[in-house]
C-alpha cells in the first residue's frame, strides 16, 4: 500500500497533536502547521491525500482557504475534512458549500464518524470492474438486500446502488424487484405509481410472462437507470400474492437482465430463503444501535444454519441514528464479521432524496455517500463476479 500524506492545519497545539498521532498510526506522512496560509503552501508543493482543517484558524478563514483549494488545480480534487470547534450548523453549511468533503464537531460523540471518514478517504481505490462482456449462460447476477430491523435504510440503499451501477457497466441492463412483505416502499422512493407490480404480475400465466414480457414491459426509470418490479401495494393484495410464481419471475429476470437487485428488508420467511441462498451477494443492512446488532446476530445465526456462506455477505453499517450508536469496530467484534462499508450519519439528505423521488447521488452530488455508493455498486459487482467464478 501507498504510504499516504496528511495535511493538519489547526491552531490548537493540544487538538493537532492529537490527530498527528491517529495518522502516524495509520503509517501516514503527517504535515502540520497552525497557520492556513502556510498550510496552502504545503499543499500546493507536497499534494497531500488528504487534509484536515479547523475552520478556526487564525490567519484566514476556513472557507477562504477551501475555496482558494478548490480554485487550484493541484488540490481542487483534494479530500478536505473540517474539524471544528464551531456547533453553528450555519458554519457547518458555509464550509460545506465552500468545498469541504466532511463537517465534524470536535466532541467525544463524533469521534468514531470522524474515524470512519478518515479510513474512507485513505482507502485504496478499488479495482475498476472489469469491461468484458457478460456471459448471458450464467444469468443475471443477484444482489440480495436485507436488514434485521426495520428502519435500517435497506430500501434506500437498494435502489442507490442499483443506480449507480451504470457508472461501471454503462449497457448493464438492472432491474430492481422490491420483495417487501406486506407493503413495498421502493416504488415511493424512485416515484413509481403505476399499477403494475409484483403481486399482479404473478397474476398472470406463467407463459405471458417471459423474457419479452420483461424485457419490454417494465417500467422504465431514466433517472434511476433501472427498470423497476414494484412491491405490493397494500397489505389485502399481499395475502392473495401468488408465491407459487416468485421462483419462475425470479429465473425470468435472470434470463433477461445482467444485474437483479432485490430488496427483502426485514421480511425474512420461507417464502425469501431461496432468494437469499441463490444469491450472488447478499447485502446485510446493519444500523449503529444495539437492537440491530442484537438482531442482526440472529439473523447471521440463522443464514448460516441455512448454509449461506459468509463469503457471499456485505456487510454495510448504515448510521441511520445520528452521530450516536456503535463505532464500527465494535459492531465487527459483536456480530464476528467484517464490515465492508459504511455510510456516514446524512441528517436528513437521505429522507429529501427520497421524498423528491432524486438519486442521492444526483440531489447532492457532492456528498462523500454519493462517492460512498459508487464504490457499493463497484464491490458487489467485483464480489458477484468473484463468487460466480468460485461456482463454477
Given at each position: ?27 501516514c506522512h503527517v504535515l502540520e502547521t497552525s497557520l492556513g496560509m502556510e498550510g ?224 427483502i428488508g426485514r421480511s425474512l420467511s420461507q417464502i425469501i430463503l431461496p432468494l437469499?441462498?441463490?444469491?450472488d451477494v447478499v447485502a446485510l443492512v446493519v444500523s449503529a444501535d444495539m437492537v ?101
Amino acid at each position: 500500500m501507498t504510504k499516504k500524506t496528511v495535511l493538519i492545519m489547526d491552531g490548537d497545539t493540544a487538538s493537532r497533536n492529537f490527530m498527528a498521532r491517529i495518522f502516524i498510526q495509520k503509517q501516514c506522512h503527517v504535515l502540520e502547521t497552525s497557520l492556513g496560509m502556510e498550510g496552502l503552501a504545503f499543499a500546493w508543493r507536497d499534494h497531500p491525500d488528504l487534509i484536515l482543517v479547523d475552520p478556526n484558524i487564525t490567519d484566514l478563514s476556513g472557507e477562504e482557504l477551501l475555496r482558494k483549494l478548490r480554485a487550484d488545480a493541484r488540490t481542487a480534487s483534494v479530500p478536505a475534512i473540517a474539524l471544528s470547534s464551531d456547533p453553528n450548523p450555519l458554519r457547518k453549511k458555509a464550509c460545506r458549500e465552500a468545498g469541504f468533503n466532511e463537517y465534524f464537531y470536535k466532541s467525544e460523540e463524533e469521534v468514531p464518524l470522524l474515524m470512519d471518514a478518515i479510513d474512507l478517504w485513505l482507502r485504496e481505490p478499488a479495482e475498476p470492474p472489469s469491461e468484458e462482456p457478460m456471459d448471458e449462460n450464467k444469468g443475471g447476477q443477484l444482489i440480495v438486500f436485507l436488514s434485521a430491523k426495520g428502519g435500517s435504510g435497506s430500501s434506500s440503499l437498494c435502489a442507490n446502488v442499483a443506480m449507480n451501477i451504470f457508472q461501471h457497466k454503462p449497457k448493464a441492463r438492472v432491474v430492481v424487484l422490491d420483495s417487501v412483505l406486506p407493503i413495498g416502499s421502493i416504488a415511493f422512493i424512485v416515484g413509481y405509481d403505476g399499477l403494475m407490480n409484483l403481486s399482479t404480475i404473478a397474476a398472470l400465466p406463467p407463459e405471458e410472462t417471459n423474457e419479452t414480457f420483461f424485457r419490454e414491459n417494465l417500467p422504465e426509470l431514466p433517472a434511476w437507470q433501472f427498470r423497476l418490479l414494484a412491491g405490493v401495494s397494500d397489505p389485502e393484495k399481499t395475502s392473495n400474492l401468488n408465491i407459487n410464481r416468485i421462483g419462475q419471475i425470479i429465473q425470468m429476470l435472470k434470463a433477461t437482465y445482467d444485474y437483479i437487485f432485490i430488496d427483502i428488508g426485514r421480511s425474512l420467511s420461507q417464502i425469501i430463503l431461496p432468494l437469499i441462498r441463490q444469491a450472488d451477494v447478499v447485502a446485510l443492512v446493519v444500523s449503529a444501535d444495539m437492537v440491530s446488532i442484537v438482531l442482526t446476530r440472529v439473523i447471521l445465526g440463522y443464514l448460516q444454519e441455512k448454509g449461506l456462506p459468509p463469503y457471499r455477505i456485505y456487510a454495510i453499517l448504515n448510521r441511520v441514528v445520528g452521530f450516536e450508536g456503535v463505532s464500527k469496530s465494535e459492531v465487527e467484534n459483536l456480530l464476528g464479521l467484517s464490515i465492508q462499508n459504511t455510510v456516514p450519519y446524512l441528517g436528513g439528505n437521505f429522507s429529501l432524496a427520497n421524498n423528491q423521488h432524486i438519486p442521492l447521488a444526483l440531489k447532492f452530488p457532492g456528498d462523500t455517500t454519493a462517492m460512498i455508493l459508487k464504490e457499493m455498486a463497484s464491490q458487489m459487482i467485483g464480489m458477484a463476479d468473484r463468487v460466480r467464478a468460485e461456482s463454477q
